[in-house]
Nanobody, 122 residues
Framework: QVQLVESGGGLVQAGGSLRLSCAASGRTFSSYTMGWFRQAPGKEREFVAAISWSGSMTFYADSVKGRFTVSRDNAKNTVYLQMNSLKPEDTAVYSC???????????????WGQGTQVTVSS
C-alpha cells in the first residue's frame, strides 16, 4: 500500500512557475507508475502527466506538453511536477496517483493523494 501527500501548490501569476511534490510512503514506491491529475471547479478530473517506475518514460497531456515536466527521485520516494508558463486555465486541484499499469486513465490508478490547490491569476 502507498500513501501519497502532495505539496507545493499556491497562487501564482500567469507566466509564472510552481513545482509540486508528491511524497510517498511504502517500500514499493519505485515499482509504481506515478501520475498527476487535476480537477478544476465544475469540470471532470483530467490527466496531466505520468512517469514510469524507472523514470525512463514520461507522457503528457497535450494541454501541458512543453510547459510541464514530471520527474521522480526513487531514493526520496518523491515525484515532482515542474510547471512553467502557467496559464489561468491551469487553475485546479492537482493530485498525484500510483498504479502498476502504464496509463493515463484515472480509473487505472489505485492510490491517490489528497490534492494541492494551484491558482493562476491573470
Amino acid at each position: 500500500q502507498v500513501q501519497l501527500v502532495e505539496s507545493g501548490g499556491g497562487l501564482v501569476q500567469a507566466g509564472g512557475s510552481l513545482r509540486l511534490s508528491c511524497a510517498a510512503s511504502g517500500r514499493t514506491f519505485s515499482s509504481y507508475t506515478m501520475g498527476w491529475f487535476r480537477q478544476a471547479p465544475g469540470k471532470e478530473r483530467e490527466f496531466v502527466a505520468a512517469i514510469s517506475w524507472s523514470g525512463s518514460m514520461t507522457f503528457y497531456a497535450d494541454s501541458v506538453k512543453g510547459r510541464f515536466t514530471v520527474s521522480r527521485d526513487n531514493a526520496k520516494n518523491t515525484v515532482y511536477l515542474q510547471m512553467n508558463s502557467l496559464k489561468p486555465e491551469d487553475t485546479a486541484v492537482y493530485s498525484c496517483a500510483a498504479t502498476y499499469r502504464w496509463s493515463a486513465v484515472g480509473l487505472h490508478y489505485d492510490y491517490w493523494g489528497q490534492g494541492t490547490q494551484v491558482t493562476v491569476s491573470s
